[in-house]
Structure formats: structure tokens, C-alpha cells
């Protein structure tokens, strides 16, 4: 540095602004922020500096006579200086904002920092088809996925109605062989009763040619059990209302084993079957046969009014025991007789 008396020169105050200082060239910068608040690393020293410099010289020169300046080359000092300064990178929070290109431009040749660069397009170009690839494919795999639950869903239910349908031709099948097994059972009993009937009718039939009824033409005024002043006590026989002197048959070829008076019945004739059965012939006016076996039909006495009673017809009572008569009238259908 020169001194400044030697000038001659009056003493000036130096105050260094932007204009009056060469820019500072240095090969470090510092990636400007969005806002504005950082600017090129070598610019900041260079400032700073300058500002040192200035304040030095004038705390210094208060009191003294005024001197003449020479400046010296900012320029190389801000390098030297910079030089000794640590990389802007290894600074807490600043080296992410700090290009690691030391040259000051991209691949293309712009300046600027990791924000303003292009040389990342074509990696974050990449980055961004990487990234809609693996979105097209999540996509595609929760797509298939559905897919895949809904046909799972929709056999799942196919099945279901499967056996559901299989369950219901299952349950119509067996109501179906019941109703086929009742309505077979029902004709087979049905056939079953016809044909015993038919037998019935055959037996009967057959019956009607050895039993005959006792009287031709007749009404019946008494039947079994009913009650009355003119019995000692209920009716045990069956009347059949005639004309006095009609014939009275034999209904069953069997053996007359009594023939007579017999108190209140008058006179009596009584056959007995070959099976024990005794039937009684009451109220006759007269009789044909007393003894002797008879057949189904022969004449074996007359319709009276003899013993106690009101008016001619014939009394006739079916005993299977002497002591236990029993209902003539279905004795008599029993053996194909209609009365």
C-alpha cells in the first residue's frame, strides 16, 4: 500500500459501493434461495471485504492527517480468501442447496443451482414414468384382485345355488317317492278291499243259497233290545209282521230240537244249526214239522198270534248259546239275507 501523504492529496473518505467495485470472480457460488436470500458465494466476499477494509480505514484515519489510498486487487484476495474458507457443502443446511458442480454450469452450460438446473429433467422424467409405471401396475393388481374376489364370489354363489337347487330336487324327489309309495299303498289296499269284498260277496252269494229268510213278505214292528209293557223286559228278538197262516221257513238246514207250547210265546219251534246256533220260532198259529233235520226253506210252521201278543207275526229270536240271544238283523246280513 502506498502511502498516502506522498499524493499530496487532500484526505478523502472512501466509501465503496457496487459501481465502484470490480466484480469478484471465484469459482465457488451458493444456490440462490426462491426468495432471494442467498447470492453467489465470491459476490459475498468480495462485499464483505470491501466493507472491512472501508470501516478499518476509517476508524484509522479519525484524528491524522489526510493521506492518499492505493487499492489493492480485490479480485485475487477474494480468492485467496475463499480459498482458505471451507467448502460451502460441508455447511449445516447449505450444502443441500449447493450444486456439486464446481464449474458453475450444468451439462447444458446454464448456471444455477440444484433447483434451477435442466440437467435433472431426463432423471426426473424417468423418475416420473417409473413412478406412473408402478402406479398402472397397482392399479392393475387391485383390478385383478376385484376381479379374481368377484369370480370367487360368483362361483362361491353358483355353488350355493348349486346345492341349494340340488337340495330342493333332493327334498321334491323324496316327497315325490312318498307320495308315489302312499298313493301305490292306498290302490293296493284299495285293490285289497275290493277284492275281499268281492270275496265277501262271493261268501255271501253263496251263503244267500243255504239261508233264506223266515217269512216271504213282511214288516218288521219290533227289533232287538227295545223296550216295552209288553215284555218282561227288553226285546230279544226280531217281529215280523204277517198275515195269520203265512208260511214260516227253516232260514239254515239244521235239526228241530223242540216243538210246542211255551207260555208267553205261544207255540214254539226251536232249530238248532250244526254249529250250536238255536233259532227260535215263536207265536205260530200252528206247526208243520216237530222233529226231524230240515233244510234252508222248508215250511216248518204257520204266522200266529198265540202267547202274548197283539197281533199276528212271527218272533224270531238267534241264540249262539240257549242263554245269550243276540241281534237277529245283522246275524241275518251276515249271511246274505237283506231284512
Not at 92 to 120: E, K
Not at 159 to 187: L, P
Not at 221 to 230: E, N, S
Not at 249 to 261: D, L, R
Amino acid at each position: 500500500m502506498s502511502d498516502p501523504g506522498a499524493a499530496g492529496g487532500p484526505w478523502e473518505e472512501w466509501n465503496p459501493t457496487e459501481e465502484s467495485v470490480r466484480p469478484v470472480r471465484g469459482r465457488h457460488r451458493v444456490a440462490k434461495q426462491r426468495g432471494g436470500g442467498l447470492a453467489r458465494s465470491s459476490t459475498v466476499l468480495g462485499v464483505g471485504v470491501i466493507a472491512a477494509v472501508g470501516a478499518g480505514g476509517m476508524a484509522s484515519a479519525q484524528g491524522k492527517p489526510q493521506v492518499s489510498i492505493s487499492m489493492p486487487d480485490l479480485g485475487s484476495m477474494a480468492e485467496h480468501v475463499s480459498e482458505k474458507l471451507p467448502a460451502a457443502e460441508s455447511l449445516p443446511g447449505i450444502g443441500g442447496l449447493v450444486s456439486h458442480d464446481s464449474s458453475g454450469t450444468g451439462a447444458d452450460g446454464a448456471q444455477g443451482g440444484p433447483f434451477t438446473r435442466a440437467g435433472g429433467g431426463e432423471s426426473a422424467q424417468g423418475g416420473g414414468e417409473a413412478l406412473r409405471a408402478r402406479i398402472l401396475e397397482q392399479a392393475e393388481q387391485a383390478q385383478s384382485s376385484a376381479d379374481q374376489e368377484a369370480r370367487e364370489t360368483a362361483e362361491q354363489a353358483a355353488v350355493q345355488q348349486a346345492e341349494a337347487d340340488a337340495a330342493e330336487r333332493q327334498k321334491h324327489a323324496e316327497s315325490a317317492k312318498k307320495k308315489a309309495a302312499a298313493e301305490a299303498k292306498a290302490k293296493a289296499e284299495e285293490e285289497a278291499r275290493k277284492k275281499a269284498a268281492a270275496a265277501r260277496a262271493a261268501e255271501l252269494a253263496e251263503l244267500a243259497k243255504s239261508y233264506t229268510l223266515p217269512v216271504s213278505s213282511f214288516t218288521i214292528t219290533a227289533t232287538f233290545g227295545q223296550g216295552g209293557d209288553r215284555w218282561a223286559a227288553d226285546h230279544t228278538g226280531l217281529d215280523f209282521a204277517a198275515p195269520t197262516g203265512t208260511p214260516a221257513k227253516a232260514v239254515h238246514g239244521g235239526t228241530i230240537t223242540q216243538a210246542g207250547w211255551a207260555g208267553s210265546y205261544g207255540y214254539r219251534i226251536v232249530v238248532t244249526l250244526d254249529d250250536g246256533t238255536e233259532l227260535w220260532y215263536c207265536h205260530l198259529s200252528s206247526m208243520v214239522k216237530t222233529s226231524g233235520k230240515v233244510n234252508a226253506g222248508d215250511v216248518i210252521g204257520r204266522v200266529g198270534a198265540t202267547g202274548n201278543v197283539t197281533g199276528p207275526h212271527l218272533h224270531l229270536e238267534v241264540r249262539p248259546s240257549p242263554d245269550t240271544p243276540v241281534d237277529p238283523m245283522p246275524w241275518l246280513r251276515d249271511h246274505g239275507l237283506k231284512v
